[in-house]
């Protein structure tokens, strides 16, 4: 191959993972804003902290620390691309990926629910909200896009199938029972928590 060929193919190459740096740090960014937003709205409505305004304003909190760490990590990423140290670059990313989208994606749509139900008493708005946070989790579930099922194929239905369960019974526990909401809850982050360690020795092919 001749010397020039391979000089722009590595300039291309420079040119698409830098892409996928800016890609990340504006999405993970952006998501941060979502989730200061949603934690904003829920701490200036509320006068009283009980134990159903308390956890999702702590989801909301661990998924926005998830956002920034993850665009702290792409931005890390970046500099991995000028020494040319792809391995490096790839390994940022993966943990970047993994961090933005289980403690950072999953608890901010899991949140949302959680918050307008603390904030309203509209039974339509409520259950609306709800229903299209779990029905859009599922669709990105089966998009072929997901990281679950990337990392769980043959498991990632069961494990959308136990998040939804669980989002269903902290949905239903948060005005009648705060302390099946609050066990709940805890069980929800640590199975997010589990899945990203889980997945923590996952390798990017460089190719």
């Known amino acids: 191959m001749p010397a020039k060929k391979i000089k722009d193919n590595r300039k291309n190459n420079l040119s698409l993972l830098i892409e996928e740096v800016s890609i990340g740090v504006s999405s993970s960014s952006f998501l941060s804003g979502v989730t200061i937003f949603f934690t904003g709205l829920l701490i200036t409505q509320i006068n009283s ?3 159903s305004i308390k956890i999702p304003i702590l989801f909301l909190i661990i998924s926005t620390f998830s956002f920034l760490y993850a665009t702290l990590i792409y931005s890390n990423a970046s500099g991995e691309i000028t020494r040319l140290s792809t ?9 970047g ?4 989208e289980y403690p950072g994606v999953y608890l901010l749509i899991l949140a949302i629910p959680l918050v307008i139900n603390a904030i309203t008493t509209d039974a339509f708005l409520q259950i609306s909200t709800l229903a299209v946070s779990l029905i859009g989790l599922a669709t990105y579930q089966f998009s072929c896009l997901s990281l679950m099922e990337r990392h769980f194929s043959k498991y990632h239905k069961v494990f959308l199938i136990i998040i939804a369960l669980l989002e269903i019974t902290l949905f239903v526990a948060q005005r009648t029972n705060s302390l099946i909401f609050t066990y709940t809850s805890v069980v929800l982050i640590l199975f997010i928590f589990l899945l990203a360690l889980s997945v923590k020795g996952e390798k990017e092919n460089p190719d």
Request: charged share 25%; with cysteine; glycine share 6%.
């Open 49 to 51: 902290f009980d134990p």
């Open 87 to 95: 391995k490096k670059f790839y390994k940022c990313m993966v943990i």
């Open 97 to 100: 990926n993994i961090i933005g």
